[in-house]
């Protein structure tokens, strides 16, 4: 078990590695830079390579690399090209919208998902066929569509909820409860159907086994066999669609963070390549990689705790 | 794209059964053939119908959108903005006053694109190295953990990127998104090439001299078709759903080009004034999608089914004239003998339906009975197939889905199971009638501890405290003779060997203090050392606690070591019960003699084992007369005329003709 974790610790080294070189790599081919963008359409040749001195942008690309990662190494992720703001403090201020969103839609939609898909599991086909259904709509309608829907109906129409908006948790939990409500929902809907779909088949998967059998035939009560038992038996699959879902929801928050006007790392990063802000692209890079590690080291750890003979691996 | 629909090209090339791809002279060491080809077996899923008519409309209306739309893209009525359905706008306008339904047909174009570029991106990249991770260790050592990274590199940083790169250009971003879902698509072209290429034919074809690469084409590439086509419709899903969350973002086409999510955030920018606009763009992206995952469904099922072996007609004639026409050895109702113990399990006439072949009920136990008596032990014995396991699986109550009861019924302590209501009949499991299964292993959840497991079902049936249950568990563990039980009370399954795993599940049958135990094959996975050792040890708990115990089994050791009295099943019926030590020296019934006669441990060092022609008929099959004539070196015209009685002693019966009310030995042949 700890090799796997070690493991797991030690390829998102170079995972870190490769995603900042990529963001590198293709920084340097947009065509265009930060100097110009900052310098404005006004600004004379001299303007330009003055500031682009300033920024160190005239160096080459691996030298310019080389002084990011160093400055990784001293905690620093650079400051922003466009008002000179340290990256990791701009970051800091977004990643708990970013972070409330994704964790969110994520628990929402396996606590959601895992009680519809154990009660199809125990209704008839009937009910199965209603998941099936049900999931195909939930991965067929665009979250952000589905957001516009829930804002112009619940917010516009009959003002239940706030239709844009952030409300930091220190300043009001009820607020930031209520700010998140409508775009967790609209975030977590594709997930709540894929973890009920998938729940479902790895109980009736489960539920066929011998021991399931055999612990009713020596009288271990129904409601024992199908929540402590089978739930169990079937949670290893549910626990890595619930981290497929929270990388996914990573992407799907940049669009649901712009449809609900909340400041997160997604509208960052739609501005930063907007405005070439090579330093703020490279640090949203290397937060979402770093959740997309955290999520991952997260998932080997409930493996562990769920089964025994992953921990004895 | 020239087709009506985008699907079936693409079905067809991933098929691999375009003889040009196979290399000259290759003989196919499987040729399947004469099968209906995918597109037709495809046509007979309405849905996957539906979805392709839906897609090909799409397709249509997105080519020759200039010749059907009814405005330009850009055709703009500043006099008529956000208007609702009219005749001239029939999906109305968005709020310059453009129509909806043209620039949805227009906007389909990205859209279609867009999908098709990240689609065949990914399938490229995908299937050859998924296939050669599979086929080759050395290949597999270095995609696996590559697959493992790029999984985590998160998309919609480079998406973000690459458009900024390519100053946005949304099919240098879909093509992106091609690479970037490949590392998935890989793995599942793996994991399924893996199950293939570990079946037979293929390694057959390895030893015939195949080429690693010839194999992948021929072999196994056609097998996984349906799974990669599957995964690639949701690849071209996600691949729209990304598209239009791009162009929602104004990321993706120029303004004013029309696109599906531009459209969307149109509508949302109208939000306050109007939200009909809402409805058709979102419903044609979502109906996309649909369709896109329907076909997907369509074409697995479709290869399923092209794969699968073609279904046996059902030749097998219902046997209910032989139920109806059957005699019944009705036994007087007497009262107990005061020497005997009382009875503790009744089985009267007890006859269990599934649907069979094409729905039409077929029994598979047909007018069983017997008696049990309090501590009493009853083997049941039979060749696989004569409903051993089903007479146990009713006794319990737990009879598989689909199989009831038709007649006949289970008296527990004189009260008749069969109409007991589910709570009621779960209340004597475990307390009163416990089990032990054949496979030990299986039989134990993998997550719990042994000690775990059988607290629970102590908890379960004594209302314990967790403590006092626990140390009950220790002391099952040591009665089951586990010679550490503190040591193995914290074990997992996984770590027991085959008989320790059954000394704990016979443990957990006695959770409860059962008065009878069920042992369905309790011996026949486990090593021949450990099953002399298993039988000794269920001897002796038997003594220890006075439980009665069915045993079923088709070891005619295993019934002789711990059985007094034996039922031989054939085909569903009791064909002879009767003491083991009588049956064993001298059957009356033909199949008993057979068995006896095909068992090694009752055979004469140096003579050939009689082994019985032919097999056993399915349920469903059975004939109206013997069910054993089929098999029978006695037959007689009558056997087969109609349904058997039977007869003999109260103590030693037979369903024979050749038996008679009085005990008679014949010689045998």
Redesign the interface.
Known sequence: MKRILMRRLL??V??LF??SV??FV??S???GDAASQLAGLQATQEDVLRLRRQLDLDEPIWTQYWHWLNGVFHGSLGTSLTNREAVTTALGTRLPVTLSLVLGATVFATVLGVVLGVASSRAGSLAGRLVDLLS??G????S??LG??L??LLS?RLGLLPATGYVKFADSPDGWARSLLLPVSALALGGVTAIAKQTREAMLDVLR??????????????R?VVF??AL??AAIPICTMSSILL?GA???S??IE??FGLPGL?GL??SA??S?DIPV?QG??VY??L???AA?FLTDIAYAL????VR?S | MTAPSGAEPAARALTGADPAGAPPGAEPVVAPSGRPGLARRLLRHPLAVGALLYLAAVVVLAIFAPVFAPYGPQEADLTRVLATPTADHWLGTDSLGRDIASRLMFGARPALTGVLVTVLVAAVIAIPIGLSAALSGGADRIVSPLVDLLMSIPAIVVLLMVLATFDQELLAAMAALGVLTAPGLVRVVRAAALTVAGEPYVAAARVYGFGRFAIALRHVLPRITGPILVNLSLVAATALLTETGLNFLGLGVHLPEASWGGMVADASAAMNQQNWMLIPTGAVVAGTVIALVLLGDGVRDATAEGWARPATPARSRPTRDAAAGRARDRRPDDAVPAENPPILLRVDGLTVTVPGPGGRPAQVIEDVSFDLRAGETLGIVGESGCGKTMTGRAVLGLLPDGAHITGGSIRIDGVDATTMGGRERAGLRGSTIAFVSQEPMAALDPLFTVGGHIAEAVRVHTGAGRAPARRRAVELLGQVRISDPERVAKMYPHQLSGGMAQRVAIALALAGGPRLLIADEPTTALDVTVQAEILRLLRTLQRETGMAILLISHDWGAVGELCERTLVMYAGQVVESGPTATIVAAPQHPYSEGLLAANPQLGTPGMPLHVMPGGVPAPGEWPSGCHFAARCPYVTDDCIAHPIAVAGTDDHRSRCLRTRPTHMIEAKP
């Open positions: 390829l998102s170079p995972l490769v995603v990529v963001v293709l920084q081919l947009i065509p195909v709509g991965l067929a309608i665009p952000f569509w516009l829907l804002i112009s516009v086994r011998p021991y399931i059998d055999n612990l009713r035939a020596n009288g271990v009560p129904e024992r402590k038992h169990r038996g990388v990573l992407g799907g940049v669009v712009q449809v997604g990063a739609v390549t907007g070439k692209i949203v890079a979402f990689t959740l997309v590690v991952n769920i089964d025994p003979r004895a």
